[in-house]
């Protein structure tokens, strides 16, 4: 059965390509870490387009080089082989046009908040008032108008991440690179996290490559979700995701979401895997 | 803060003595200034009690009496073992942090300086310190050095241990905005540092002390060291221990200074934080 629906997922892939621009090609791409114990092989040749706008979740077991390959995308570090292609430039340093979320929210705490914001702003050397302006607007999207000039420490778990996602978008690259960003913060939080990355995404209409360890999450967030398998990760398989936009919670509980979910589990359990 | 402790503080207290009361007991200094009358009363006590003659330890009203006569001139003498602590403090912040720099900078000069620092604090300063009176002769130069020695090991500990702790993903963070080296050390890495440097300061002002007063033992002929090194040869222990007093005043004095230096400089570490945490 997943084999079939595998293949008419690729197949709906490939005519969306021709009507959607390639912004993210991965060809043939695999990463081979050197340590003292001999070649450990963390991500087995990879092929994935990833659309412009498009929503792009990764789900797969611990250490199954989910976050070597965002790390790969960021050009945070070089390829053993193959090679990605962003916007029709070659990834060999970390491309301008994108944001990073990682896990933590990795905030200045001598900084207010929007001084965090305006780092990659100060950093870059871009022109500052424009960016303000922008910074302030994302603020305003983001839930924390009136925190502007409190300090990270001064806000909860999910303000902080809210903060670095703006971080993330403050320069207006195009895409923007979350490593389980919400894997830190509690139930109830992540739910309201995942609705407002849901909004910015509308809003923004950015291209968003998510990793992370929660198959509801990726269903709820994702146009395609990419399920890898265990280390050294490959592409099992790639599901489009066809629930309708916005998605709301409750939708969670809903017939084709949870068969959706509960395929994308099966192959977890089927390598005997659970995470 | 103060509002909350006040309250119990009231609540205890009688209506008339209550705003006294308060306002004494919860200023910062009130707690150990009674703690060391205290310690005062049980000097004398024992003192008193157990017939300790004057020559193996005076009563506190004997080193009052020592103040008395010879204050204005132990508070000379102060001075230039103030300048030499102040001046080997300052250099050991001005060559320690530096080092702490390279050090937590590169593995190629961690592998090479680190141990032989490790080594060289393991050389009992006091006992090289006549060394340094041959070297540079009496006078200011040796107690510097002397403070300088004892005093930068804590700065290049603390550094190191503050440089190196930035998170990796802040290193990500750093890359992938495409920040220079510099920007990485002023945005980043100096700012991360500032409270273990700090730390270190602290610990730092309080050993120049010790090294400015261990230099003149050796090689001076002023300063609050040459006049222990002469009061307890003569077995005049009140002026012993009222310039013991003097001496811990002024580190005393020089860790509160560096304490409010940090309050200016780190008002956003954990340990400095007063405000209420926000939570929605």
Known sequence: ?275 | MPSSSRGEGSARASIGARFINSRLLNSPWVRPLALLALIVVGWDLTVRLFHIPAYLIPTPWDVIQAFRTEGDKLLMEAVPTTIATVAGFLLSAAIGIPLAMLIAGSKTVESYLYPLLVFSQSIPKVAIAPLFVVWFGFGMMPKVIAAFLLGVFPVIVAGVQGFKSVEGDMHDLARAMKATRLQTFAMIGLPHAMPAIFAGLKVSVTLAVVGAVVGEFVGANSGIGYVLQRSIGNFELPTMFAALIILAMIGVILFWIVDLVERFMVPWHASQRHEVLVTT
């Open chain 1, 1 to 275: 059965m997943s084999s079939t629906s595998l293949r008419i997922v690729r197949e709906e892939a490939r005519q969306e390509a021709s009507v959607r621009q390639r912004l993210i090609e991965i060809r043939g791409l695999s990463k081979t870490y050197r340590t003292r114990d001999g070649d450990v092989p963390s991500l087995r040749p990879i092929d994935l387009d990833i659309h412009d706008g498009e929503f792009v979740a990764v789900v797969g077991p611990s250490g199954c080089g989910k976050s070597t390959l965002l790390k790969l995308v960021a050009g945070l570090i070089p390829p053993s082989k193959g090679e990605i292609v962003i916007d029709g430039k070659r990834v060999v340093e970390p491309p301008d046009d994108v944001g990073i979320v990682f896990q933590s929210p990795v905030l200045l705490a001598w900084r207010s908040v929007l001084r965090n914001i305006m780092l990659p702003v100060e950093v870059r050397g871009l022109d500052r008032a424009s960016h303000l302006e922008r910074a302030k607007k994302l603020i305003a999207t983001a839930g924390l108008s009136g925190f502007e000039n409190k300090y990270p420490w001064q806000l909860s778990g999910g303000m902080q991440q809210r903060a670095s996602i703006c971080r993330a978008l403050v320069h207006d690259p195009k895409i923007v690179l979350m490593d389980e960003p919400f894997g830190a913060l509690d139930a109830m939080t992540r739910e309201r996290m995942n609705l407002e990355l849901q909004r910015i995404h509308f809003e923004t209409g950015k291209t968003i490559l998510l990793i992370t360890h929660s198959i509801p999450e990726a269903v709820f967030l994702a146009d395609r979700v990419v399920v890898m398998s265990e280390r050294p990760g490959s592409v099992a398989a790639i599901y489009d995701v066809d629930l309708p936009r916005p998605r709301r919670l409750e939708m969670m509980g809903d017939a084709a979401f949870a068969a959706l979910a509960r395929q994308i589990r099966g192959h977890f359990y089927a390598q005997g895997q659970l995470d």
